[in-house]
Structure formats: structure tokens, C-alpha cells
Nanobody, 113 residues
């Protein structure tokens, strides 16, 4: 089973940017991957996804601000987050888009106003 390790979170001010990275222990070349987030008291939600062919889709709340990418050679999935808002504060996770399991520890993103 592929292990996933997220990194890159931190504390930023509203309007700033962060790039999250997810390192997979195995090949994700043909796997649709997603970035999820879970805010305190809320359910985990999918915010960005990228298919094996590279097509992307985004939740309305992040469309135009976030960009997901995948480096198949390095087995990594990245999430570029721009124009961050306080409501983006959450723990961010990467996982299989359609069959998420074996969740990593996530990376905390905190956006202050």
C-alpha cells in the first residue's frame, strides 16, 4: 500500500501563498490523486484533483486560486495555493481521488486575517 507524506504547511497571512507537497512511496503515474482538507468541526473535503492523464478539477471555493500538479518521476503531488483566505485554514491531506485510504498525517495550514 502506498504511503503518503504531506509537507509544506505553515502560518501565513491572508493574501499570501503556500505550496504543499505530497511524497508517495510508490508510483502514482496512472493514479488520480487529490488534495483534501479538514477544518475543525467540519468533514474532510476534496479541494483539488488531478487524473492520470493530467486533467485537473477544483472545488468552487478554491478555483482560480489553487493549482494541483503531479511529478510522476518523483511520485509527488503538489498544491500551489495563492490568495489564501482565513477559511482555507485546515489540515491538508493528499490521497487517491476515488479510493482514499491509509491517510497520512497531513500538514496544517493556518491563514490569519
Amino acid at each position: 500500500q502506498v504511503q503518503l507524506v504531506e509537507s509544506g504547511g505553515g502560518l501565513v497571512q491572508a493574501g499570501e501563498s503556500l505550496t504543499l507537497s505530497c511524497a508517495a512511496s510508490g508510483s502514482i503515474k496512472y493514479t488520480s490523486m487529490g488534495w483534501y482538507r479538514q477544518a475543525p468541526g467540519k468533514q474532510r473535503e476534496l479541494v483539488a484533483a488531478i487524473s492520470g492523464s493530467g486533467s485537473t478539477n477544483y472545488a468552487d471555493s478554491v478555483k482560480g486560486r489553487f493549482a494541483i500538479s503531479k511529478d510522476n518521476a518523483k511520485n509527488m503531488v503538489n498544491l500551489q495555493m495563492n490568495s489564501l483566505k482565513p477559511e482555507d485554514t485546515a489540515v491538508y491531506y493528499c490521497n487517491n481521488q476515488y479510493n482514499p485510504s491509509n491517510w497520512g498525517q497531513g500538514t496544517q495550514v493556518t491563514v490569519s486575517s
